[in-house]
Nanobody
Framework: QVQLVESGGGLVQPGGSLRLSCAAS????????MNWYRQAPGKQRELVAG???????NYADSVKGRFTISRDNAKNTVYLQMNSLKPEDTAVYYC???????????????WGQGTQVTVSS
C-alpha cells in the first residue's frame, strides 16, 4: 500500500519561511510528477507547484519567485520551500503524485492528508 505523508506546516509570521516535506511510503519503483496543492477556507483546491521525475518545474503565478519545489527520487520525497510568506498563503497544503509504480500496479492520483500553513502576525 502506498501512502503520502506531509510534514512541516505550522504558524509563521508574514515574511517568514517554511519547508514542507512529503514522503511516499511503500514498495515503490518510481513516481512521475509530484505536486503541491493548497486549499484555503471557502476556496477551491489549487495547484501551487509541480515537478516531474526529470526535474522540470512549474509554479502558480502567485508563488513564483517565492516558493521552490524540489524532490529526492531516491527517498521518494518532494519538498516545498516557501519564502516571503504572505497571509494569503494560509491554507491546507496537500501533496499529490500523478502515478506511482509499484510491483503489483500503477497507483494513480495519490494524495496526502494535508498540513496546515498559517501566516499571521
Amino acid at each position: 500500500q502506498v501512502q503520502l505523508v506531509e510534514s512541516g506546516g505550522g504558524l509563521v509570521q508574514p515574511g517568514g519561511s517554511l519547508r514542507l516535506s512529503c514522503a511516499a511510503s511503500g514498495i515503490i519503483f518510481s513516481i512521475n510528477t509530484m505536486n503541491w496543492y493548497r486549499q484555503a477556507p471557502g476556496k477551491q483546491r489549487e495547484l501551487v507547484a509541480g515537478i516531474t521525475s526529470g526535474g522540470s518545474r512549474n509554479y502558480a503565478d502567485s508563488v513564483k519567485g517565492r516558493f521552490t519545489i524540489s524532490r529526492d527520487n531516491a527517498k521518494n520525497t518532494v519538498y516545498l520551500q516557501m519564502n516571503s510568506l504572505k497571509p494569503e498563503d494560509t491554507a491546507v497544503y496537500y501533496c499529490n503524485a500523478d502515478a506511482i509504480e509499484t510491483p503489483s500496479r500503477t497507483v494513480f492520483g495519490s494524495w496526502g492528508q494535508g498540513t496546515q500553513v498559517t501566516v499571521s502576525s
